[in-house]
């Protein structure tokens, strides 16, 4: 403790998406108080997880990934392309520019707030109430508390011994080469998308998943026609049992029996981890505020006000486990911010229905709570399924289901799970629609163009019209069917 | 007059969209009134001018047009593919089959009405109030009349000399393989979508359009980077100057001068003739039931009921010149034969929000009056473009602008005009939030996923509400600025 404590009226760990916008808002309030302060502290690599190693550079490998294929796919259009190459180091090179120019973006953010003697550059570690600890040397006094620390990869036991041939999303963008074969490790968000492109890319790819889940799936329909749809393109397996797995020259060596029961002993240069994320909440020295996780290892931030128990302390972003999406993110901060600058004045907060989206292709999205977040007996679900919709065909496009879910009696919409072409256009109509209160006879009113995808979201409104008046309830029906809820 | 004079309750000429929508709907209504018959007229060929010549063929077109585009573009994200062929007697066929395929679900509607003895087939006139003449022969009587019999291809003048070099929509899916070169006259939708996709399938294509305007565009900001886009890929004019057409034997020798003011003189295989359709109504007979038109050739069509003048007369789709779009004729087919079931007690109908859409790429899409449709001075607009949008740029489509407009004081979201990627969505979504009455604030508030380019819209949004509180009105602005309204 070699210098006097700095001292802040509003303290940020963390400079990501969340914590950057905690910032926007806390200065915002702050402005309006004389003197009061607000300040980022972060040990960098500054630039934000979306941008250096989340959402921007894997769009940018699955944009690479799908001309690739679609390249390979033309000749059923009547164009016929010879000799595709995938030029791996171009791919990664324009990976590597294009977030360059997106992380160059926060950095400008980021500069800013250094000049304004904002940003405190080191890990920060909670010593006790109003006290901080940055870089093991300078203490911080703040008055509240913004945790915007993000999360870091899980690695579950098995994998610990496999070293440097194991990577991560926050290595896998800064490779030179492609290898020549990977096992992905996950069927989350960044496992699916990541596995995919790979194999796209000429790389031999194999994916391993847990619990017969795909991504953020949960109605068993659009799960198994999840499931179909990917297995005729992909070596993916949502269950497998590791049996043993070890480093060996070329790489690494696993036996496991895969979801077809069938034993496999394969060799793959690279495993990329992908298996799940956890808050960095548990190594920030919390219990010195005497607040612990209960016995699952959560903290009890409260969804509405982001704050931690009853402490002057606000959780936002994927450390508070909520909404690990960067939109989500943005929000938290905002929040988070707005509420530590206020404090003990804090609000609850008015949230966006939810919306989430895989870019697979056929892309997977759920809105508002999707299947899952269904109450027992009281929705019915319509469906459509994408082979012969119109626009889908037309553009040779036409594989996936999706399944809208509306309240009985009211008709009000609640939500949709979708795994098709488009899908990220489509769930933002209808995480629209949702938010703004429509019934399924509203949403049938709506115009819809033709030919377009969004045809079939009205086919799919329309079956849940008609369930509406005369089916049972979703998930009793499903429950009769033997598919379980 | 040979045989017994057929008598039917509602009689609709016509058995396209428009047509079937207005006979399933007056089916509905005469059902409830016992012995009321309904019945279709049409000479054939039958199938609808949307699935046989229209949205799904030219989509067909598009799809493999584009296909061969982004194959040649491909090596920007890493990916090479040598040897790029058009197979376009390929292409053709696929255009045919799944067109067929769509014509075929017509046809079994169709047949359905046959066996039900509701279709009666020939050319239709009328020869007096109640009084039909069917192929110049049968005579049927009618008690109430909907007209659904579209619209057909104008044929300026100087281009009538050309005779078989000369083709439209109705024939060019017909080809068996295409041509070298085509000049495309007329920058509506089905000029742009055709005259596009022949360049990029290969053909030598020069597109011609009138009084500086591309599609249904108004706003002279979006028409402007409309045309500067296209006019980097295509050799597009929207004005020229015709100075003489012959016929060859290569084709059709055309002179004229270009929008650069440059004198032309090219001869092209075939010319697409696009420059607009004009309603059947003229040569139906109205004059015996002493209907005219106005100075302007038009019928005065009632919108919100598709009355003709006081007569049991309703007109939909095309025929009547409103919205000559798809959905928009299966809803006035809704109405029109709604109404005729009905009349005398006829009602005005609800609409849904316009919504027109052409398939270009970058597509171009109009969402409620556009700009042409706002009041004088009572409306701002938001802007964005493409060109540095994140998801745009990501997936290397990154061109074009979108401007949004709402109304002064209420923020309430009016429209907008769109030319760029992924329009036909985006257009959805904005259409929608018209129609739901949504204000500027309420669709800022909605869920943005990141990165998408839904996005785009948002900073479209975010303009426009800083327009709302700072800026002059939208119309009276662009005059000050002298590009006029």
Redesign the interface.
Known sequence: MSEKPHTVDVAILGAGSAGLSAWRSAKKEAAKKEGASVAMIDPGPFGTT?ARVG??PS??LV??AD??H??RQ?S???????????????????VQR?RDR?VGFVLDVIEDAKSAGEIIEGSARIVGPGRLVVGGETEVHYNRLVIATGSTPIVPLPFRGIENALITNEDVFELQAFPKSMLVVGLGSIGLELGQAFHRLGIRTTLLGIEGLIGPLTDPIILEQARETLSQELDIHTEYQLEKIERVDEGVRVRFVDSAGKERDETFERVLMAAGRVSSLRRLGLENLGISPDEEGRYGVDPDTLQLGDAPVFVAGDANELHP???EAADDGRIAGQNAALFPNIRAA?R??????VFTDPQIAIVGGGYEGLGDCAASAGEVSFHNQ??A????VNAGKVRIYAEQHSGRILGAELFGP?V??????L???V??D?TVD?AL??????????EGIRTALRDLNANLRHGAPIKCAVAEMGVGC
């Open positions: 979306c959402c921007m769009k940018l944009a690479a001309a690739a679609h390249v033309v059923k259009l009547g164009i016929y392309a010879e000799g595709v190459r995938v030029e791996g180091r171009e791919v990664l090179q324009r294009e997106f999406v960067l939109h008015w966006r229905t939810p919306l989430s989206i119109g626009r065909r037309v553009q040779g488009g990220e256009h489509l769930s933002h109509l995480a629209w629609a938010q703004a429509m509203d009113g709506m115009p819809f163009y033709h030919p377009v995808l969004e």
